[in-house]
């Protein structure tokens, strides 16, 4: 700079900070500009402060000169600032811009879970049959998912149903199933006695495609006089028909359970294949629903009803297993694992 003249320094500022105001693409570049030439540090700044070195002669023309840049690149930089500040501004009303002519993007409606249906599903169907649905406590006493249920604290019986416990040692636990609502019901009435329980039930068990640790039952419950088992098979018979179609058949089996006697396991025949034996059914042709079988005496007693006069029929069905069978699901897991694209198959068209 030494060897330049005041002129030639006011020149050279010039066009280096013309040039480069021009190439300032963006807002910051431009403030960043303002701040190299023309700030307290700026170019233009320390050129007018350094006049007071030169020769007294120099220094008007000089000073006229560092004043006409100053207000030239002064008047340069707001209307480039100008320039880019309304291009930032298009530019964001762009980007952010509503077209308010597009459609609007629909709610996910909810629907009922394929349990919970099935569950609306059965009451109505038992409605029908002159059931009435009630509900009980999913935290169950002892006394009455084991005890009034004529399975005695010391039976091994109760081993068969893997029981969560609430407290040690043991009176209270989340029941292993709908059937304590036997009980609780007919203590609170005189027979004639028609109800169904649906409801959570809960397992201490290793979950695998059939097996969780909480799964839905449907209770049923007759009593009267003179209910027979021909009764109880006519009931579950026309449950299968409404639910799978009229020409299914029931299937009763031997089975054991301390609240029943006689007991038995019930199937209805696959709608299918009509009992040949399929994927469905893994070639048996039956359908496993559930235990039942006539109240025992003991059960009756234990709520004061007198066996003599009266009798019963009670049965428990797996709600989930509805599900699978009439829709085709072949894990158990898949009710309660919260996948959208399982649920949404089943979400009904509002
Ligand atoms: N409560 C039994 C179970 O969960 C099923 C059942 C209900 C059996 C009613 C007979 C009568 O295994």
Same mark, same amino acid.
């Given at each position: 700079m030494a060897t330049m003249t005041a002129q030639e320094t006011i020149d050279d500022i010039r066009q280096r900070a013309l040039a480069q105001l021009d190439a300032a693409a963006t807002l910051d570049e431009a403030i960043a500009w303002e701040r190299e030439f023309l700030g307290s540090r700026g170019e233009v700044t320390l050129f007018l402060r350094g006049l007071s070195a030169l020769p007294p002669e120099e220094r008007p023309v000089a000073g006229r000169g560092g004043n006409a840049l100053k207000q030239e690149l002064g008047a340069a930089w707001e209307r480039r600032h100008a320039e880019l500040a309304s291009a930032d501004l298009e530019r964001r009303l762009a980007d952010d811009? %509503?077209? %308010?002519?597009l459609p609007g993007r629909p709610t996910d409606l909810g629907a009922a879970h394929p349990v919970s249906e099935m569950i609306d599903e059965l009451s109505e169907i038992f409605a029908l049959l002159g059931f009435q649905t009630v509900f009980g406590p999913e935290v169950e006493t002892a006394h009455y998912n084991f005890d009034q249920l004529n399975i005695p604290s010391e039976h091994p019986a109760r081993d068969v149903w893997d029981t969560i416990h609430v407290d040690l040692p043991g009176e209270i636990v989340l029941r292993t199933h709908t059937s304590p609502m036997q009980a609780r019901v007919m203590e609170q009435t005189e027979p004639p006695v028609r109800v169904v329980v649906p409801g959570r039930v809960y397992r201490y068990e290793a979950q695998d495609a059939s097996h969780e640790w909480m799964f839905h039952q449907l209770e049923g419950l007759a009593v009267d006089r003179n209910i027979t088992m021909a009764d109880l098979k006519g009931t579950l018979a026309e449950m299968a028909r409404q639910l799978f179609g009229a020409e299914r058949r029931i299937r009763f089996r031997c089975d054991f359970f301390?609240?029943?006697?006689p007991g038995v396991d019930f199937a209805v025949d696959c709608a299918l294949c009509s009992g040949k034996g399929c994927r469905v059914c893994k070639g048996s042709g039956w359908l496993e629903m559930g235990g039942a079988g006539m109240v025992h005496p003991n059960v009756l007693r234990a709520v004061g009803y007198d066996p003599e006069v009266y009798s019963g029929f009670a049965f428990g069905l797996g709600v989930e297993r509805l599900v699978m069978m009439r829709s085709g699901v072949d894990d158990l897991r898949a009710f309660a694992g919260n996948d959208l694209r399982f649920l949404r198959q089943f979400a009904r068209a509002a």
């Open positions: 811009a %509503v077209d %308010v002519t301390p609240f029943v006697e």
